[in-house]
């Protein structure tokens, strides 16, 4: 026993030795919360408590293995259940989907899954998208699910205009899932804590079961999260969570600071413990963490010190561009390297989107530096992959619609997109899966008799598939692959070296479905893969031990540490986030994110920004953030060449524009060629996005884009392309159509330009052609200039 108290502070130490009844750990970053969790642990076991009885819940999947690990060290084999969220109310639905009408192989319908359902859901409702685009359908129905609001609830309330239309698709979209036997990941928590609201006897069977639950990060719980564990610890209230109310950046998804905020209303007897001793970092960089943070309104000041040496100052550095940027990070990694000060796992480099990592992962790949980034999620987007995942989604639970609709003609069959129409309205019609649909082809008029006879051939090779259902995964992969006539797409890109070709990357699934098998040998089932798979979150790549330079975004560093730490384009727009600047309270969240990436680092922290910076194509001013005014600028270390340092001090003085808008591409001015970041900006999701699918490498994804910015960047392409299109095309810019020049159009052929007017989108051209004049909008005219 004395082991495990030995290194712990005695406030530590009375959290760890808390055994029953509500316990708060109520303290800021680097404080030992997590130490105290998994030491805890260990005691209870020490304890005699049944490792069965112990439940710990996390928000990422890398922090309940991290957590496995320390707990392991500590108490060698024991078996606590230890995950996210998501995964043990995944497990808790899986036994008892029955009271929610579902069956026990649900699937879970990952984010795109849950979009084309959405899709479909707002088509079958038929409302009318004028005032509510399907994003902020789908956000208002999240919310609602994540407040544990049914679609009943809904009913005659008086709701904005977005939410009124909202709550008609809900019920809706709530019943093609129930009929595809699916859940979308709010419905994970939503069903599990109307569970155990409605059925008394199975909460308090639970509840005795997980007598003791753990919750790490608990300042990011949603109301649906706040519900389970709550309804999990009414006869045993042995729950103990640690939080930080500055760490709270979740808001955007339901989390709400109430919840740590109320606990001690919630249970009166709590043992409340502060730690104020800080273990992680330099005095001198919770210094600036802690000037950062005061700015906050809605917060409790926390006093926190810390024993560590004084160390480097922080350093502030302003590069002229982003391409400087990723050059002067790199080259300083190299050289902490080779002059043996560091290892390449030292380092991590955060960013407020996944899309700024493209210039430093350039940078260090001409260095030789290894790097990972960790979006674990990315993987299992490709299209190959999400292809023969959505196979063993079909075999694993036949009423998978959104499934079905994407492997019935993939590979090519010749079953067209209006065949799989008349599937999806005769399967909505008799309310039957579309498989089952597909089986009565035959009954379906509409159907031209070729592809009913392809439809057919089509349910027998599933048939064959499905007879595979419980054999191992690999075998399943494998003769899928073959049966399907996948090999046959495969070899075609089969001389492709890439280490991203379809083919490498069907071998990388195979190799995870082998791990699996092995890993498995008793209870690996398709229900139980599919679910990792689905529950797959962004650090899940991440491999602490291997000697790699480290990138992430900043949501994805909560709860780690490294000794280097770069955060780069701490810029307005970009830190705080353009979309968050018309709320206070979501600028603060921004405050707050900024303080969870200074205080990851231990030694060393780098904060940079710069004069100009390629946004999507377009090399353009940017402005420093706001939020650097904030720090203790006296006692942090400039590096900034002369231009840099005016235009700094330049751009503090001048008071923000009204409009927080991002910068949009000048259509008419720049010469550069357009391009579109499509990575998806996986944390806004309520924010209007540009959406470019290519149906062909289906290497589509949202781009942050603003609506305006949307609209200019299409009307300037003339209309939506291929992705890989989009990112090597230049479009005319518009200035080149002067009066006088020729022009070719698709109809009118051959004319020329008698007059031009407006500007922007409004630019307009008189154009004379044989049969007479007509005037084009010049962004939308599909005109080509001849030279
Ligand atoms: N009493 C202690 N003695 C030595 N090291 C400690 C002690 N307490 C914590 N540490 C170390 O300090 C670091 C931070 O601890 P931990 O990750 O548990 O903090 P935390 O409060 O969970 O931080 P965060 O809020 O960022 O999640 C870890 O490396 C941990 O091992
Ligand atoms: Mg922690």
Redesign the pocket.
Known sequence: MAGLLD???QP?RDAVTHVDGPLLIL????????????HRIAHLLEQGIPAWQIAALTFTNKAAEEMGHRVNALAPGAKVWMGTFHRFCAQLLRRHAALVGLAENYSIYDTSDSKQAMKHAIAAAGVSLTHASPEKIASSISRSKNRLVTPEMLQGQSLGPVEAIAAKVYPVYQQHLLTANAVDFDDLLFHVANLLRYNPELRSDLDAKFRYILV??YQDTNLAQYAIVRALSIDHPNLAV?G?PD?SIYGWRGADIKNILDFEKDYPSVTTVR?E????STPNILRVADQLIRHNRRRKQKNLFTDNPEGQPVVLRIFESGFDEADGIADDIVNAIARGDATANDFAIFCRINAMTRSLEHALRNRGVPYQIINGVEFYQRKEIKDLLAYLHLINNPCHDVALARVINTPTRGIGAKSIEHLRSFAELNRIPMLEAARRASEIRELAKRSATMIAKFVSLYDRLATKATAPLEEILRFLVTESGYATYLENSANDQDENSPLANVDELITAAVEFDRRHPDDGSLDAFLEQVALVSDTDAFEESSERVTMMTLHAS????FPRVFLIGVEDDMLPHARSKEDESQVEEERRLLF?GI??A?EFLQLSCCKRRSIRGDFRPVIPSPFLNELPLQEIERIETKVARDWFNEDFDQSYPDSWDLPEIDVEQSTAPLSVAIEPDEFNQDVPSVELTDDSTDTGGTSSVQEKGKKRLISALGSLKTASDLLTETPTPLTAYREGAQVRHQQYGEGTIVSVTGRGPKRTATIRFDDGDHNFRLAFAKLELVQ
């Open positions: 290194q712990l502070t530590q303290a800021g970053p680097g404080s030992g919360k997590t130490r105290v969790v998994t790490d990060e640690t930080d760490q730690l001793q800080n273990y992680r909560k709860g780690l540490e969870v205080t990851r231990k």
